[in-house]
């Protein structure tokens, strides 16, 4: 826009439909994937005391909230199995044998990359965002109900942690 147009370039609305996610880590979540939230961002702030008021700065440290996914499971519960997988390779729950060296969580293979691709009205990439050194948190449970249509869709939410996430315009 400039000084003498207001109006923007493209008055396309963004569509919360249109986005891929991939993760280097768990391959079907490109296709299963439902939701997905881009986490918010804060920045603290330092307080000045003076006699008359608080003043306030700006902070010097980012806090990054988790990453939080719904995704649809197939029927191989391939999706599933390869988010549990994934969990059982960072904390073995069959004894200390294998589990993994907290010297060795800082080993590449217990994390992944992940990157958001938002599509236009068009379906063309207009934007990445890119979360570096992913890891998973958690991960719902999956309910079987016998009052459901077998039409009914089941999916499961997962919440992952991560380094950072930067944008990068395309």
């Known amino acids: 826009m400039s000084a003498l147009n207001r109006n ?55 806090t990054y909230e988790p990453l939080d996914i719904s995704f649809i499971i197939d029927e191989d519960l391939q999706s599933w199995k390869n988010l549990f997988d994934w969990f059982i390779s960072i904390a073995d729950p069959d004894g200390f044998g294998g589990r993994t060296a907290n010297r060795e969580l800082q080993d590449q293979k217990y994390f992944s990359d992940a990157t958001l691709t938002v599509l236009s009205s068009l379906n063309n990439p207009i934007l990445r965002i890119q979360f570096t050194n992913v890891f998973p948190l958690s991960m719902s449970s999956i309910d079987f109900d016998t009052r459901l249509s077998a039409d009914t869709v089941v999916t499961c939410n997962a919440t992952f942690r991560y380094q950072s996430y930067k944008y990068l315009t395309i």
């Open 8 to 62: 923007p370039e493209n008055t396309n609305l963004l569509q919360p439909t249109k986005f891929l996610l991939t993760f280097s880590r768990i391959a079907t979540t490109q296709y299963f994937c439902q939701t997905i939230s881009i986490p918010s961002i804060s920045l603290g702030e330092a307080q000045r005391d003076t006699p008359f008021l608080d003043m306030y700065s700006p902070g010097t440290k980012l």
